[in-house]
């Protein structure tokens, strides 16, 4: 019975699971919806032998209201046809998240389609259900890798671009604070050449925990480039963001890197003006870790617009 059961997903070890598919006899009144047949994938998905299935209420998902609630979408999507000889059910579906038996979160994707018209209040539907967990995993691995850089697991520079946008959006709108600190760690060069490339890279790893350390939730911390950071943070004026840069910088020069000399950076501080453009606001920043360096490094700059302690 049912040869078409096929198996997509299988591998050539048949291993994989592929398709679960049930079939459903639906009829007016109280036997409602009811398994007439279902396959190895649907046994291996949920447990149960097919004989144990067979006359069950059928389980699209596991979560017992979330399937309740799939069931009477269903009921009411097919109430309308249940007279008519010529009614198209157009078949429903999702993708549901279910906590299964070892912790584990695992995706489904369930669609029910009819397998011909009513007749007499009596239709058949085939409910098929494939676990997409590995697939969701991947794609959301790919993600990870194009948004993340690779050495110090911070926000690489091109998601950085993409965050930087909406948050100016979000300030263009909204007009609330936002600032943007820029840093640099000073004579990076000198230490690559001293200690070598690895204890360079070391040193940018433990620069990254840091920078999380010191920032809050809502704040993005991104490489921006080589031994370049970013900070942007929102809710922050440029006199906040100028104390948090110097205790930053403050912290960098504290903390016992694995070198004899004591590792500092130079900071830039802006805080976003209203419409301003992200090439303006990059310049401004720019410009101002560019004045912490002429003005001898270790030191925050904000370009002119604000002064205080430790500034160039
Ligand atoms: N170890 C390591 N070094 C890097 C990485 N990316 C860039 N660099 C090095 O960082 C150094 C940056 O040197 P410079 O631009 O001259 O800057 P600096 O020596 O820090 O001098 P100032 O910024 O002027 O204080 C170069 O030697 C780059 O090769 C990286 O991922 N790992």
Redesign the pocket.
Known sequence: MYQHYSRPGMDANGEQPGHAVAILSVQEGPSGIRIVDVNTDYQRLWGGSREAWLGAAPVVVQQEAANQQIITQLYKALYPLTNSEDGVFEGISGREISRWHNGRNRHIEWRITAMGGFHKGHSTLVLTQRDVTEQIEKEAQLERLATTDM?TGLVNRSQFDVILKSELNRQHRYARPLSLIML??????????SYG?????Q??IELAHLLKRNLRKADCCARW???EFMLLAPETSLEQAVRLADKIRSAIKHTAFPLENCVTA?FGVVEVHSSESVKSLMKRVDNALYLA?EKG?DRVSTGGLFSSAKQA
């Open positions: 050495l640099d760690i000073d004579y990076f060069k000198d230490i690559n050449d490339h690895d204890v360079g890279d040193v940018l480039g080589g031994e130079s360096k490094r």
